[in-house]
C-alpha cells in the first residue's frame, strides 16, 4: 500500500498539470483574441505556465516545508581543529573511578 506522502504528492502534480492545462488555454485565448500571429502566442503559451508552476513550488519549497529531522553538526572552530585530543578530552570526575 502506498504512502499518504505518495498519494498526496500523487494528487498535487496532477493538479499542477491540470492547471497548467487551463493557463495555456487562457493564454491562447487571450492572445489569440488580441490578433498576436500563431507563433509567438505559442511561445508564450508554452513557457509561461510552467514558469508560473515553477515559481509556485520553489516559493513552497523556501516557505512552506518544515525542516529537515536531521541537520548537519555546526562547523568546528579553529581551535577545536588545531588543539591536541588532550585539550578536548573532558575532565572525568576522580569519585566516579573509585570503587
Not at 29 to 51: E, K, Q, W, Y
Not at 68 to 87: F, L, M, Q, V
Request: aromatic share 8%; hydrophobic share 55%; glycine share 6%.
Amino acid at each position: 500500500m502506498p504512502s499518504p506522502n505518495y498519494a498526496r504528492a500523487l494528487i498535487v502534480g496532477a493538479l499542477l498539470a491540470v492547471a497548467g492545462v487551463v493557463m495555456f488555454a487562457l493564454i491562447w485565448v487571450a492572445m489569440g483574441s488580441a490578433g498576436v500571429a500563431n507563433a509567438p502566442r505559442l511561445f508564450t503559451a508554452m513557457c509561461v505556465p510552467p514558469a508560473i508552476i515553477g515559481v509556485l513550488v520553489g516559493l513552497y519549497w523556501l516557505f512552506a516545508r518544515k525542516p529537515a529531522a536531521t541537520a548537519a553538526p555546526p562547523p568546528r572552530t579553529t581551535e577545536e581543529i588545531d588543539s591536541p585530543p588532550s585539550a578536548q578530552a573532558h575532565p572525568v570526575d576522580d569519585h566516579e573511578w573509585r570503587a
